[in-house]
């Protein structure tokens, strides 16, 4: 069912430095910020070779990531995103399996315009993870 890790993501107080750690100190290719309102955030995307890592910064009020970075203001690892190819079906099996999915369970359109789910860290090993229809 689970097929290529699609990114990891990463809480940042601070984008431009972040940016620069990622550029300067290591050497990877990064975008510039995008703001995506629909999902409460600006991103810079670092490109690897094999994975993406997406910086995550709040951005707005009602940020869904406000709270972890009130927690961790250092910022830290948010979540890994998982492809699969068919989302609905690894949500079907997942549940049947006693996993929670957060949220309504239907997928919403994420980051990269593809179908996501979110599943509870409590369920896997803490770690919050996302399933990207590929
Ligand atoms: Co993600």
Redesign the pocket.
């Known amino acids: 069912m689970l097929g290529r890790l ?2 990891v ?1 990463i809480v940042v107080p601070d984008l431009a430095v972040a940016a620069r750690v990622y550029a300067d100190t290591l050497g990877a290719r990064v975008s510039v910020p995008v703001d995506l309102p629909d999902h409460g955030v600006t991103t810079v995307f670092v490109e690897l070779g094999n994975t993406k890592i ?1 910086l995550l910064h709040p951005l707005g009020a009602a940020s869904p990531i406000a709270k972890f970075l009130a927690d961790h203001p250092s910022g830290g690892m948010h ?1 890994v ?1 998982y492809e699969v190819e068919d989302i609905v079906m690894a949500r079907d099996r997942l549940r049947a399996s006693g996993a929670r999915v957060l949220g309504d369970g239907e997928p919403r359109i ?2 990269h315009g593809k179908p ?1 789910l979110f599943l509870h860290p409590k369920d896997f090993c803490g770690t919050l993870v ?1 399933l ?1 229809q590929a």
């Open positions: 699609n990114h993501a997406e979540h995103c994420g980051a996501v996302e990207e």
